[in-house]
């Protein structure tokens, strides 16, 4: 069964950091884009980040940047170990939300930053940050 799991979430105040992980199990994702979405209650779902596949272990694909969170957040991957992260740094408690792992199973693909490109998700992981 191809899974993403998200974990790393939780409670914290303004201007604290989490980092958010992502395992993989099921199928590896050689080639594939990865990315974060984030969904607020009654909101749409929302791109956060992405990275495109580099055939490194850590941060070494392009990555890319919803402009609420480039300069704070930091997409990662490690592809021996099939995870992806996410740092998020100086939170807001606008950046309260549930945040959702995608993977693209269409490798060699552009990097998408738009659900459609992503065929693979995780269930979530709430983030909630307080004033």
């Known amino acids: 069964q191809v899974q993403l799991v998200e974990s790393g979430g939780g409670l914290v105040q303004a201007g604290g950091s989490l980092r958010l992980s992502c395992a993989a199990s099921?199928?590896?994702?050689?080639?594939?884009?990865m990315a974060w979405f984030r969904q607020a209650p009654g909101k749409e779902r929302e791109f956060v980040a992405a990275?495109?596949?580099?055939?490194?272990?850590?941060?070494?694909?392009?990555?890319y940047y919803a402009d609420s969170v480039k300069g704070r957040f930091t997409i990662s991957r490690d592809n021996p170990k099939n995870m992806v992260y996410l740092q998020m740094n100086s939170l807001e408690p606008e950046d309260t939300a549930v945040y959702y792992c995608?993977?693209?199973?269409?490798?060699?693909?552009?990097?998408?930053?738009?659900?459609?490109?992503?065929?693979?998700w995780g269930q979530g992981t709430q983030v909630t940050v307080s004033s």
């Open positions: 995608a993977a693209d199973g269409r490798p060699y693909r552009m990097t998408s930053t738009t659900d459609i490109g992503y065929n693979y």
């Open positions: 990275i495109s596949w580099s055939g490194i272990s850590w941060s070494g694909g392009s990555t």
């Open positions: 099921g199928r590896t994702f050689i080639g594939s884009a």
